[in-house]
């Protein structure tokens, strides 16, 4: 239902919010458009992390790691979906940087399937002490 004084969506966006909520893998088209619409919707607004109680900007590593997926597109791939509190995310998984040359890592940036906005990060490479996940919150500037 549209609200009478709002604009009508976007067709080519509602399209592609349903596609994320479909199980099967989206092929490299549909992840480059899921990634270029996640891009457009941060611009002009603040990405920080949130941890606990606590939110903060993401440091220049942080940001990169998290922002670099929808750029640099090199090994990046559609994991699949996951439902957290009621809400569908779908997981797109790009290459990480592990500090052990063994072992592979990899990012995993979650985008919510209703506002195509990025909503958590994980890091996992294999080495405990390097891992870690935060919540995001994107924010008017």
Same mark, same amino acid.
């Given at each position: 239902?549209?609200?009478?004084? !709002? #604009?009508?969506?976007? $067709?080519?966006?509602?399209? /592609?919010?349903?596609?994320? &909520?479909?199980?099967? =893998?989206?092929? %490299?088209?549909? /992840?480059? @458009?899921?990634?270029?619409?996640?891009?457009? !919707?941060?611009?002009? %607004?603040?990405? &920080?992390?949130?941890?606990?109680?606590?939110? @903060?900007? /993401?440091?220049?590593?942080?940001?990169?790691?998290? *922002? !670099?997926?929808?750029?640099? @597109?090199?090994?990046? +791939?559609?994991?699949?979906?996951?439902?957290?509190? !009621?809400?569908?995310?779908?997981?797109?998984?790009? $290459?990480? &940087?592990? #500090?052990?040359?063994?072992?592979?890592?990899? @990012?995993? /940036?979650?985008?919510?399937?209703?506002?195509? *906005?990025?909503?958590?990060?994980? +890091?996992? #490479?294999?080495?405990? =002490?390097?891992?870690?996940? +935060?919540? *995001?919150?994107?924010? $008017? &500037?």
């Amino acid at each position: 239902m549209t609200s009478a004084c !709002g #604009s009508p969506e976007d $067709p080519a966006r509602a399209e /592609l919010r349903a596609r994320l &909520k479909q199980t099967a =893998s989206m092929s %490299k088209e549909e /992840l480059g @458009r899921v990634l270029d619409e996640v891009g457009r !919707g941060i611009q002009g %607004k603040t990405v &920080k992390l949130k941890q606990g109680n606590e939110t @903060r900007e /993401l440091d220049e590593q942080q940001r990169e790691a998290v *922002l !670099g997926i929808l750029t640099y @597109r090199a090994g990046v +791939f559609d994991e699949g979906m996951r439902t957290t509190d !009621g809400a569908t995310l779908r997981i797109i998984n790009a $290459p990480g &940087k592990s #500090s052990n040359a063994e072992l592979d890592a990899a @990012r995993r /940036l979650l985008i919510d399937a209703d506002t195509l *906005l990025p909503r958590r990060f994980e +890091f996992i #490479s294999g080495v405990a =002490s390097d891992e870690y996940a +935060f919540d *995001l919150v994107v924010q $008017p &500037k």
